[in-house]
């Protein structure tokens, strides 16, 4: 292999190192185009974000590391909207002012993001990474791949903008990992690599390396302890996670916690993100991919609007019948079809109401309560 992850090199502190990140032309662009804030002697600069907190973010610039605040540019976008949050793999316009400050006071535009929806609350989804070209959807080969788990994740991914991949881990607990693989991917993954991989030997890894050396940024997701804090390890090699200086290095198998965008030994980056229990989606898009197999054949049932449920003509049913499609399929997708259109109906309807709306509403709300509390007195 052509690479050697343990060997020295500079890590932060050139320009080169911003490429390196993924910036270009095109970035470079949006860059110029953001919200400028014209100061002598105040210069402006882009940076990506590796890591943030509230109200502040570890980005890293030509010039290496820099932590900058939220700017009041920032602060009133994310009232507006809390998708606007300045998100781990962000590309942003830092500022740094005379008193030694430094401001992030625009997020530039998004290629993708990996959203995942609010089940309680809000209807406003929360950006886990931004700007990622490849979601590796993590899952642990042995004892127990969890299926469901991983349609689900495949449709975040797919419907994040990034390229989904499927990499199963601990390959080496079983004796028939190929096999076992082999059949996942063309169950729940068709069409999208596959990787099987025993993290302590760095097999399998060649793929993700691969993908890494072309600049791209690779966000891991999955449930926790399925070993992506263990792929990012052997991905980097531990002599660059030591010597690399982009915030907190992440400490072998202690659960994550926060998301961290890790520089690739030879470019690239790494998100590595803590185990989610579970993953709400946004919309339907992605389970269209993920489920292309049942979309193709609901194509053929009788009836267009077939819930394949017992509907006569169903050309789904039959399949399961047949053994084409497995039923915790069909299954699976019933459940994640109607979680997704029921979250797409609440994100729709959240675009939909005009603010004036929303507040004609309250203020009925108010007065009827006020009239009942008089009624009941
Ligand atoms: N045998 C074997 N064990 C592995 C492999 N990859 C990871 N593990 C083990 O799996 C456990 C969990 O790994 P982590 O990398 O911490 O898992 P994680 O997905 O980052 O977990 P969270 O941070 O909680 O989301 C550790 O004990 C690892 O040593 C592998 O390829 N083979
Ligand atoms: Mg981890
Ligand atoms: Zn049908």
């Given at each position: 292999m052509s690479s050697d992850p343990t060997s020295p090199r500079?890590?932060?502190?050139?320009a080169d190192q911003l490429v390196r990140l993924g910036f270009d032309g095109a970035w470079s662009a949006a860059f110029d185009e953001s919200?400028?804030?014209?100061?002598?002697?105040?210069p402006a600069f882009p940076a990506r974000v590796t890591r943030t907190d509230r109200g502040a973010c570890d980005t890293v610039g030509a010039a290496g590391p820099v932590r900058a605040t939220w700017g009041a540019e920032v602060i009133a976008a994310v009232a507006e909207d809390p998708q606007a949050v300045p998100s781990t793999g962000d590309w942003v316009r830092v500022q740094a002012w005379p008193d030694g400050n430094q401001t992030i006071e625009a997020v530039l535009p998004r290629r993708s993001s990996v959203v995942r929806a609010q089940v309680r609350g809000t209807s406003t989804g929360q950006v886990?990474?931004?700007?990622?070209?490849v979601v590796a959807v993590v899952e642990a080969l042995f004892p127990d791949p969890d299926l469901g788990r991983i349609e689900r994740f495949m449709a975040l991914a797919w419907e994040s903008g990034a390229q989904p991949r499927l990499v199963l881990t601990?390959?080496?607990?079983?004796?028939d990992a190929a096999e076992l693989a082999a059949e996942i991917g063309a169950q729940v993954a068709a069409g999208c690599p596959v990787d099987v991989t025993v993290a302590h030997d760095g097999e399998g890894l060649e793929g993700l390396r691969s993908v890494l050396r072309d600049g791209a940024t690779v966000a891991l997701l999955g449930a926790s302890g399925v070993g992506k804090s263990t792929l990012l390890n052997a991905l980097l090699g531990r002599e660059v996670m030591r010597t690399q200086a982009l915030g907190a290095v992440q400490k072998g198998r202690h659960t994550t916690v926060t998301r961290e965008l890790h520089l690739g030994p030879e470019g690239g980056a790494v998100i590595d993100t803590p185990g989610l229990r579970s993953v709400g989606l946004q919309g339907t898009e992605g389970l269209a991919e993920v489920f292309a197999d049942v979309d193709e054949l609901a194509r053929?049932?009788?009836?267009?609007?077939?819930?394949?449920?017992?509907?006569?003509?169903?050309a789904v049913l039959a399949a399961i019948e047949s053994g084409e499609l497995a039923e915790r399929r069909l299954a699976s997708w019933h459940k994640l079809q109607r979680e997704a259109a029921y979250q797409e109906r609440r994100v729709d309807a959240r675009l939909r109401q005009a603010e004036l709306a929303v507040w004609k509403q309250r203020t009925m709300e108010y007065r009827r309560s006020q009239k009942e509390g008089r009624r009941s007195r």
């Open positions: 500079p890590i932060l502190g050139t919200v400028a804030i014209v100061l002598p002697g105040a886990l990474a931004a700007n990622v070209d601990k390959g080496d607990l079983g004796s053929q049932c009788r009836f267009h609007d077939c819930a394949h449920q017992s509907e006569p003509g169903c």
